[in-house]
């Protein structure tokens, strides 16, 4: 009666990373990666630098194509798709450096994501008619809604450029957000945060999933991943090394051995 109850095996998974490989030259960023993230699961993916987390991304968003191997998004192959057909299937991404658009404000930023599924065709934005400018304005309503999610305080009709460097961050979820993912992918998402930004990202994150998507999360800051996460996928040298829960993370001699040993001798990992 104690026993953990496991997800049923037949839940089927949302992403589908199926024996990737993925060659630059000589270099062999993944080599042979497996694993599945279930709906609504937070997942994080962790690992040194130069593990190949930020490369398991672009294959994932169409930026890359694998060398071998499959990725399926909710049952859907993604070969060959490119990035705005996977973004309108449902995966949205932030960067590991920031990208904004430095002439936009922080809500044209946001809408941006939204364009993704706008219905509003050249000719209607020429011609500004009343469809157009309801589309804009609710899109504007909802970039807003969504800064305040992130819990962006700036005036959203300043330049994105403008804001904290936080600020800027959040943004960046905003306009993942904004393009109605069911997958979203976080690449650092708290690189440079104080330790109280680190705790509201957390709370963030758990909105994210609560508000009904799932969540893949690369991040080096080990008290954030072991805090969020519901289950974690380690990387050393583009191969998975280990897979489970924080604590069966947390004790793997191996995970220590490659990653969590030189985290205890070095705090400041930001
Ligand atoms: N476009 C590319 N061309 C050549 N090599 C690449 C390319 N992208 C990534 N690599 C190499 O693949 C390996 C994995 O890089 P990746 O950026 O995925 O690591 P990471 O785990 O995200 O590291 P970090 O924690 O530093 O962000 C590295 O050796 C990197 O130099
Ligand atoms: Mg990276």
């Not at 104690?2 to 990737?20: F, G, I, M, R, Y």
């Not at 294959?59 to 694998?66: E, F, K, M, P, R």
């Not at 992918?185 to 999933?209: S, T, V």
């Amino acid at each position: 009666m104690s026993e953990v109850q496991t997800a049923p095996s037949t839940v089927q998974p949302l992403l589908d990373v199926d024996h990737v490989t993925i060659k630059f030259g000589g270099v062999v960023a993944l080599d042979d990666v497996t694993f599945e993230i279930k709906p609504g699961e937070i997942l994080g993916l962790i690992g040194p630098n130069g593990a190949g987390k930020t490369t398991c991304f672009n294959v994932i968003t169409g930026v890359y194509q694998a060398t071998s191997g499959t990725v399926a998004f909710d049952g859907t192959p993604l070969k060959g798709k490119k990035r705005y057909q996977i973004t309108k299937l449902g995966i949205a991404r932030t960067f590991q450096n920031i990208r904004l658009f430095p002439s936009m404000s922080a809500e044209e930023n946001v809408m941006v994501g939204a364009d993704v599924h706008s219905k509003v065709g050249i000719l209607r934005s020429i011609f500004r008619t009343p469809y157009f400018r309801r589309t804009e304005r609710e899109s504007r309503e909802r970039s807003r809604e969504l800064l305040r999610f992130v819990g962006v305080n700036a005036d959203p009709e300043d330049f994105a450029v403008n804001f904290s460097y936080g600020d800027q961050r959040r943004l960046e979820i905003a306009r993942a957000l904004a393009t109605k993912p069911k997958l979203v992918c976080l690449d650092e998402p708290a690189a440079g945060f104080n330790p109280a930004e680190k705790q509201r990202l957390m709370q963030l994150i758990h909105d994210i999933r609560d508000a009904g998507n799932t969540v893949l999360l690369v991040e080096h800051d080990m008290n954030l991943v072991m805090g969020v996460c519901d289950r974690i996928v380690v990387l050393e040298f583009g191969r998975k090394i280990a897979e489970g829960t924080p604590a069966e993370i947390q004790s793997n001699p191996d995970v220590v051995a490659a990653y969590l040993g030189t985290e205890e001798d070095d705090d400041d990992t930001a």
